[in-house]
C-alpha cells in the first residue's frame, strides 16, 4: 500500500493533534547541545513556535515561554 501526499498530510495534523491534547513533558534540544525542558502547549501551523510551559533552561525557571521553531533542533517527547 502506497502512502499518499494527504495520508502523510493526516498523520502530520494527528500528530499535532494528539500533542496538544496529551501535553506531554518535553526536552528540547537546542544548539551547542542546549537542552531545555518543559510541558509542551502548542505549536503555530508552520511549526515556528512553540508553546511551552514550566520551562527549565540553564538561567532559570520560566512558567511560560515561546521557543523559536528555527532554535530547535531537536524534541524528545516523555509519553
Given amino acids: 500500500m502506497e502512502t499518499t501526499p494527504v495520508d502523510m498530510k493526516d498523520r502530520y495534523l494527528s500528530f499535532w493533534l494528539s500533542m ?13 547541545n542546549t537542552q531545555i525542558k518543559g510541558t509542551y502547549i502548542g ?4 511549526n515556528n513556535r512553540f508553546r511551552v510551559d514550566k520551562l527549565q533552561t540553564p ?21
Avoid at 20 to 31: A, E, I, Q, R, W
Fill in 20 to 32: 496538544n491534547k496529551l501535553s506531554p513533558n518535553t526536552t528540547l534540544h537546542l544548539p551547542q
Fill in 43 to 46: 505549536t503555530d501551523a508552520e
Fill in 59 to 79: 538561567m532559570g525557571v520560566y512558567e511560560r515561554a515561546v521557543i523559536r521553531g528555527t532554535d530547535v533542533d531537536m524534541i524528545e517527547i516523555q509519553l
